[in-house]
C-alpha cells in the first residue's frame, strides 16, 4: 500500500496494494533557486518513497540528482536511523520526473542550493518512523498483544519481550500495508543515535572506483548516432547560412528553445549547428572544419570587458532607484536593507574612512564532463532521454514542449550520475539541442558539446563592481556601512521580474549580517549586460562574502588591530562567533615559519556559517604557495561528518581556481578562454593541507531550527582568507581577482 505523506492529503488515504509489502511515499520539497531557498519547507508534490518489501530488501528511491555530493547515501542515513535497520540494507535508487499534479512517488526535484539534506532531513525521519510503527503494529496484531511496550526493534527485527517470538520486517510487510498511516510516530532520541551524526561510507563511491558508474557519456544504445555541437563564436549571433554537410555526415541547425534562453540568445535563434555521424571522434573533427557564416549582433563591438566594467563603474555612482509598477530595466537600484542617507550621513561625519572597489570577472563552471544529452525518439511512440541533469523535471518539460504530439506517459527521463554539475547543469539548453537533432535523425543520437564550446558558451558567474565604504571612530568602532552590488541579474535573464530588493542572487551573503556596522545600507544593481549568467557553486555568496571579508580586513587595518580580534569585536551573533573562534583555534595563532603568512574570513550561504584561515608564502608578482586551509563550520546538525569534510575540501578547490586564476573575457561577444590551457587550475602537487572542524550536533536537535547546506560552503570565505593573506605578505590589497589572470596550464 502506498500512503501519502503530505500536507494536502488526508493522512490515511490509501492508493493503491501492494504485494511487494509497504510502501511509503511522502514529500520531498522541491528547490528552485529562482525563489528564496529556504521557503522550500513546503509544497504540492511526492517525489520519493520508501519500500519495505517481503523479501526483506529496503529501498529508497530519490528524485534529486547525485553529482557527487553524497546526497543519496546521507538520506539512506537519515532513513535507516528511524527505520531501525543497517545502514547497508538501504538501496537507493534514482527517480524519475513527471508533470502530474500533484505528483506521484518517485518523479525528480531539482538538486540546488546545497538543500538535498536540509531541506528533507525532517521528512525522512518522519517518514521511516511510521513505515517502523506500521512494521511493529502488524507485528502486535499478529500477537494479540496490543501493548506496544512489550515490543523491541533492532537491526529491521521486531522482537515480542515477554516470549521472545521476532518477526523480520518482511515478513509482517503485507500486513503492514493495509494499516492506517500512525500520526506523530516517535523518532529516535538524539542520545540513541547510531547513524546520524556518524561517517558512513557513501554507496556510488565503489562503483566510481571500479567503473561502472553510468555518467552521461557513458550512455549507449543500439544503432545510435553522435551529433556535436558547434556554436556561433559570439553570444547573439544567427546562422546566416546553412552550410553544405560533409559527405557521410549531417549537418542540423538548431535554435534556442523558450525556457532555454538566456540574454543575447534570444528565442528562436539559431545560433547553433549539430554535425551527425557514426562516430564522436570523426564527428568532431569535421565539426571542427566546418565552415561557417554567421550575423552577428548590431552592438557586438560593445561585447567586451572594458565595456562590462565602464558601465558597472557608471551605475556604482549613478542608478535609477526601483519604483513600484516601473519598467525597473538594466541599471536598475534596489535597497536591500537599511537607509543611504542616514548612512551617509554616518560614515561623514566618521574620524575614519575607508573606501574600496572590488571588481570580478565572469567565471566558466569547467565541469570535467562536457555537456552531453542521448535521446531515442520514436515518433508518436516514445521519447526517451539519458541526461547528467541537476532538473530532470525540466527536462520533461522541455521534451512535452518540443513534441506535443507525445503524451507525458510516452516520455521518459533518466538522471545519469553526473560528473559535475556546479549549477550548469540545471540548465536544459543542450537538452534542447539533443532533441532537435533526434527529430531530425530518426534514430538514437547521443549529443555532445567539445570542451571549446563548454567554456565558451557557458552560463556564467557574473561579473560583478562592489562599491564599500565605511565610517570609523579613532578608536576602530564602525559608525556606517554602505555597500552596493553592481552585477547581471540571474533571475531576470530567466524571464523574473525582480522585486523591491532586486535579485536574492545578487545580494545573497552580504545583508542581515551580524556585525556591528551601525547605520548600513545594502544595495544592488542590475547590470546590463546580456552575457548569459547562472547559478554557480555558490554563485552570489562567493562574490559578496569576498567583497565583505575584503572590507571588514581593510577596517580592521584602518583601526591597527588583528584581523581576527576585530571581527570579533563586532559580531553580534555567538553562532558566528563560536564558528570564528574554532577557526582561530586552528590555525590563526600559532607562530607561523618564516615567509609565511595568514588571511582569515567568515560568511554565511544556505544556513551555514563558515570561517577560514589560509596560510601563504612564495609570494611572487606571478604565483604563491597555498600552504594549508582551516575550515570551521556550523550547520546546526551534521549528518555525515566525514562527507561534509570532503564537501568543504572540494569546495575550497573550487574557489583556489576561482581565486587565483579563474577569468573568462570578451571580444565581440566571443569567450576568450577555450580550453584548460586558458583557464588555470592547481596541480595534485599544489594541493594545500586541509583541516577541517565542525562545530558539535545539539545534544538534541530543534526541528524549527534550519539546517544548513554543505556542498557549496567550503568555496566564499576561500578567496577573501587568501585576499587577506596576500595583504599580510605584500601590504598591497586584492580588490580585483583573480589574483593571477594571466597565468596558463603551460607555466609548469
Given at each position: 500500500?502506498?500512503?501519502?505523506?503530505?500536507e494536502?492529503?488526508d493522512?490515511?488515504?490509501f492508493?493503491?496494494?501492494?504485494v511487494?509489502?509497504?510502501?511509503l511515499?511522502?514529500?520531498?520539497?522541491?528547490?528552485?533557486?529562482?525563489?528564496?531557498?529556504?521557503?522550500?519547507?513546503?509544497?504540492?508534490?511526492?517525489?520519493?518513497?520508501?519500500?519495505?518489501?517481503?523479501?526483506?530488501?529496503?529501498?529508497?528511491?530519490?528524485?534529486?540528482?547525485?553529482?557527487?555530493q553524497?546526497?543519496?547515501?546521507?538520506?539512506?542515513?537519515?532513513?535507516?536511523?528511524?527505520?531501525?535497520?543497517?545502514?547497508?540494507?538501504?538501496?537507493?535508487?534514482?527517480?524519475?520526473?513527471?508533470?502530474?499534479?500533484?505528483?506521484?512517488?518517485?518523479?525528480?526535484?531539482?538538486?540546488?542550493g546545497?538543500?538535498?539534506?536540509?531541506?528533507n532531513?525532517?521528512?525522512?525521519?518522519?517518514?521511516?518512523?511510521a513505515?517502523?510503527?506500521?512494521?511493529?503494529?502488524?507485528?502486535?496484531?499478529?500477537?494479540?498483544?496490543?501493548?506496544?511496550?512489550?515490543?523491541?526493534?533492532?537491526?529491521?527485527?521486531?522482537?515480542?519481550?515477554?516470549?521472545?517470538?521476532?518477526?523480520?520486517?518482511?515478513?509482517v510487510?503485507?500486513?503492514?500495508?493495509?494499516?492506517?498511516?500512525?500520526?506523530?510516530?516517535?523518532?529516535v532520541?538524539?542520545?540513541?543515535?547510531?547513524?546520524?551524526?556518524?561517517?558512513?561510507?557513501?554507496?556510488?563511491i565503489?562503483?566510481?572506483?571500479d567503473?561502472?558508474?553510468i555518467?552521461?557519456?557513458?550512455?549507449r544504445?543500439?544503432?545510435?548516432?553522435?551529433?556535436?555541437?558547434?556554436?556561433?563564436?559570439s553570444?547573439?549571433?544567427?546562422?546566416?547560412?546553412?552550410?553544405?554537410?560533409?559527405?557521410?555526415?549531417?549537418?542540423?541547425?538548431?535554435?534556442?528553445?523558450?525556457?532555454?534562453?538566456?540574454?543575447?540568445?534570444?528565442?528562436?535563434?539559431?545560433?547553433?549547428?549539430?554535425?551527425?555521424?557514426?562516430?564522436?571522434?570523426?564527428?568532431w573533427q569535421k565539426?571542427?572544419?566546418?565552415?561557417?557564416?554567421?550575423?552577428?549582433?548590431?552592438?557586438?563591438?560593445?561585447?567586451?570587458?572594458?565595456?562590462?566594467?565602464?558601465?558597472?563603474?557608471?551605475?556604482?555612482?549613478?542608478?535609477?532607484?526601483?519604483?513600484?509598477?516601473?519598467?525597473?530595466?538594466p541599471?536598475?537600484?534596489?535597497t536591500?536593507?537599511?537607509?543611504?542617507?542616514?548612512?551617509?550621513?554616518?560614515?561623514?561625519?566618521?574620524?575614519?574612512?575607508?573606501?574600496?572597489?572590488y571588481?570580478?570577472?565572469?567565471?566558466?563552471?569547467?565541469?570535467?564532463?562536457?555537456?552531453?544529452?542521448?535521446?531515442?525518439?520514436?515518433?508518436?511512440?516514445?521519447?526517451?532521454?539519458?541526461?547528467?541533469?541537476?532538473?530532470?523535471?525540466?527536462?520533461?518539460?522541455?521534451?512535452?514542449?518540443l513534441?506535443?504530439?507525445?503524451?507525458p506517459?510516452?516520455?521518459?527521463?533518466?538522471?545519469?550520475?553526473?560528473?559535475?554539475?556546479?549549477?550548469?547543469?540545471?540548465?536544459?539548453?543542450?537538452?534542447?539541442?539533443?532533441?532537435?537533432?533526434?527529430m531530425?535523425?530518426?534514430?538514437?543520437?547521443?549529443?555532445?558539446?567539445?570542451?571549446?564550446?563548454?567554456?565558451?558558451?557557458d552560463?556564467?558567474?557574473?561579473m560583478?563592481?562592489?562599491?564599500?565604504?565605511a565610517?570609523?571612530?579613532?578608536?576602530?568602532q564602525v559608525?556606517?556601512?554602505?555597500?552596493?552590488?553592481?552585477?547581471?541579474?540571474i533571475?531576470?535573464?530567466?524571464?523574473?521580474?525582480?522585486?523591491?530588493?532586486?535579485?536574492?542572487q545578487?545580494?545573497?551573503?552580504?545583508?542581515?549580517?551580524?556585525?556591528?556596522?551601525?547605520?548600513r545600507?545594502?544595495?544592488?544593481?542590475?547590470?546590463?549586460?546580456?552575457?548569459?549568467?547562472?547559478?554557480?557553486?555558490?554563485?552570489g555568496?562567493?562574490?559578496?562574502?569576498?567583497?565583505?571579508?575584503?572590507?571588514?580586513?581593510?577596517?580592521?587595518?584602518?583601526?591597527?588591530?588583528?584581523?581576527?580580534?576585530?571581527r570579533?569585536?563586532?559580531?553580534?551573533?555567538?553562532?558566528?562567533?563560536?564558528?570564528?573562534?574554532?577557526?582561530?583555534?586552528?590555525?590563526?595563532?600559532?607562530?607561523?615559519p618564516a615567509?609565511?603568512?595568514?588571511?582569515?574570513?567568515?560568511?554565511?550561504?544556505?544556513?551555514?556559517?563558515?570561517?577560514?584561515?589560509?596560510?601563504i608564502?612564495?609570494?611572487?608578482?606571478?604565483?604563491?604557495?597555498?600552504?594549508?586551509?582551516?575550515?570551521?563550520?556550523?550547520?546546526?546538525?551534521?549528518?555525515?561528518?566525514?562527507?561534509?569534510?570532503?564537501?568543504?575540501?572540494g569546495?575550497?578547490?573550487?574557489?583556489?581556481?576561482?581565486?587565483?586564476?579563474?577569468?573568462?573575457?570578451?571580444v565581440?561577444g566571443?569567450?576568450?578562454?577555450?580550453?584548460?590551457?586558458?583557464?588555470?587550475?592547481?596541480?595534485?602537487?599544489?594541493?594545500?593541507?586541509?583541516s577541517?572542524?565542525l562545530?558539535?550536533?545539539p545534544?538534541?536537535?530543534?526541528?524549527?531550527?534550519?539546517?544548513?547546506g554543505?556542498?557549496?560552503?567550503?568555496?566564499?570565505?576561500?578567496a577573501?582568507?587568501?585576499?587577506n593573506?596576500?595583504?599580510?605578505?605584500?601590504?598591497?590589497?586584492?580588490?580585483?581577482?583573480?589574483?593571477?589572470?594571466?597565468?596558463t596550464?603551460?607555466?609548469?
Open positions: 500500500m502506498q500512503i501519502l505523506m503530505n494536502k492529503t493522512r490515511r488515504s492508493l493503491t496494494s501492494a511487494s509489502g509497504l510502501t511515499a511522502f514529500f520531498m520539497p522541491e528547490v528552485n533557486r529562482m525563489g528564496e531557498l529556504d521557503a522550500a519547507s513546503t509544497g504540492v508534490g511526492v517525489n520519493s518513497w520508501l519500500q519495505v518489501a517481503t523479501d526483506e530488501s529496503i529501498t529508497l528511491t530519490i528524485g534529486s540528482s547525485e553529482m557527487g553524497g546526497s543519496f547515501s546521507g538520506l539512506a542515513q537519515v532513513l535507516a536511523e528511524d527505520l531501525m535497520v543497517d545502514y547497508a540494507r538501504v538501496k537507493t535508487v534514482q527517480g524519475g520526473p513527471t508533470l502530474a499534479t500533484p505528483a506521484p512517488i518517485g518523479t525528480a526535484i531539482n538538486t540546488v546545497s538543500s538535498v539534506i536540509r531541506t532531513f525532517w521528512k525522512m525521519r518522519d517518514a521511516a518512523a513505515a517502523r510503527e506500521m512494521l511493529v503494529q502488524a507485528a502486535m496484531n499478529a500477537a494479540g498483544d496490543a501493548s506496544r511496550a512489550n515490543f523491541t526493534v533492532a537491526n529491521g527485527v521486531i522482537r515480542h519481550t515477554p516470549d521472545g517470538k521476532t518477526w523480520t520486517y518482511g515478513s510487510a503485507l500486513a503492514a500495508s493495509q494499516l492506517p498511516l500512525p500520526t506523530g510516530a516517535p523518532l532520541p538524539d542520545a540513541q543515535f547510531r547513524l546520524i551524526g556518524k561517517t558512513m561510507p557513501r554507496f556510488d565503489p562503483q566510481k572506483v567503473g561502472s558508474a555518467y552521461g557519456l557513458d550512455v544504445l543500439p544503432n545510435m548516432v553522435y551529433a556535436v555541437i558547434k556554436h556561433c563564436p553570444f547573439g549571433g544567427t546562422l546566416a547560412k546553412t552550410p553544405t554537410a560533409p559527405a557521410g555526415y549531417l549537418v542540423v541547425p538548431t535554435k534556442v528553445a523558450a525556457g532555454t534562453n538566456r540574454g543575447l540568445e534570444a528565442v528562436g535563434n539559431v545560433n547553433a549547428v549539430a554535425v551527425v555521424g557514426s562516430n564522436t571522434w570523426d564527428t565539426a571542427k572544419q566546418l565552415s561557417l557564416s554567421w550575423t552577428l549582433p548590431a552592438n557586438a563591438a560593445k561585447l567586451n570587458d572594458a565595456q562590462f566594467l565602464a558601465d558597472a563603474q557608471a551605475l556604482a555612482v549613478n542608478a535609477t532607484p526601483y519604483a513600484v509598477g516601473a519598467a525597473n530595466g541599471g536598475t537600484l534596489y536591500v536593507e537599511g537607509d543611504a542617507s542616514t548612512t551617509n550621513a554616518a560614515i561623514a561625519g566618521a574620524a575614519k574612512v575607508v573606501d574600496a572597489t571588481t570580478l570577472p565572469y567565471v566558466s563552471h569547467a565541469c570535467m564532463e562536457v555537456l552531453n544529452c542521448t535521446v531515442d525518439y520514436v515518433p508518436g511512440v516514445k521519447c526517451e532521454v539519458w541526461a547528467p541533469t541537476q532538473s530532470a523535471k525540466a527536462v520533461m518539460s522541455l521534451v512535452a514542449t513534441i506535443p504530439t507525445l503524451t506517459a510516452q516520455i521518459t527521463v533518466h538522471t545519469t550520475y553526473l560528473g559535475g554539475g556546479l549549477g550548469r547543469k540545471a540548465e536544459v539548453d543542450f537538452v534542447s539541442q539533443a532533441l532537435q537533432v533526434a531530425v535523425v530518426g534514430k538514437p543520437v547521443k549529443l555532445m558539446w567539445p570542451r571549446e564550446e563548454d567554456f565558451t558558451h552560463q556564467y558567474r557574473p560583478a563592481l562592489v562599491h564599500a565604504k565610517g570609523m571612530t579613532a578608536s576602530g559608525m556606517g556601512w554602505s555597500y552596493r552590488n553592481i552585477s547581471p541579474s533571475l531576470a535573464q530567466r524571464g523574473s521580474v525582480l522585486g523591491a530588493k532586486g535579485d536574492s545578487g545580494y545573497e551573503a552580504s545583508q542581515a549580517l551580524p556585525y556591528a556596522f551601525g547605520a545600507v545594502v544595495e544592488y544593481v542590475t547590470h546590463p549586460s546580456q552575457i548569459p549568467v547562472g547559478f554557480w557553486r555558490s554563485v555568496a562567493s562574490i559578496n562574502t569576498f567583497a565583505v571579508e575584503s572590507m571588514v580586513d581593510e577596517l580592521a587595518a584602518a583601526a591597527g588591530m588583528d584581523g581576527y580580534l576585530f570579533k569585536s563586532l559580531l553580534t551573533d555567538p553562532r558566528w562567533t563560536a564558528v570564528l573562534d574554532a577557526v582561530a583555534k586552528m590555525g590563526w595563532n600559532t607562530p607561523l615567509g609565511h603568512y595568514r588571511g582569515i574570513a567568515i560568511g554565511t550561504a544556505f544556513n551555514s556559517i563558515v570561517a577560514e584561515v589560509v596560510e608564502s612564495a609570494v611572487t608578482s606571478t604565483g604563491l604557495k597555498v600552504n594549508s586551509v582551516s575550515i570551521a563550520m556550523d550547520c546546526y546538525l551534521a549528518v555525515n561528518p566525514g562527507q561534509i569534510e570532503a564537501q568543504l575540501t569546495g575550497m578547490v573550487h574557489g583556489l581556481n576561482a581565486a587565483l586564476y579563474g577569468k573568462q573575457t570578451f565581440n566571443a569567450a576568450q578562454a577555450k580550453n584548460f590551457s586558458r583557464s588555470r587550475m592547481i596541480r595534485p602537487s599544489e594541493m594545500p593541507a586541509v577541517v572542524t562545530i558539535p550536533n545534544a538534541a536537535a530543534d526541528r524549527t531550527k534550519l539546517i544548513g554543505a556542498g557549496e560552503l567550503g568555496v566564499p570565505t576561500f577573501p582568507a587568501l585576499a593573506a596576500y595583504y599580510a605578505a605584500t601590504k598591497k590589497r586584492v580588490r580585483a581577482l583573480p589574483l593571477f589572470p594571466n597565468a596550464m603551460s607555466e609548469l
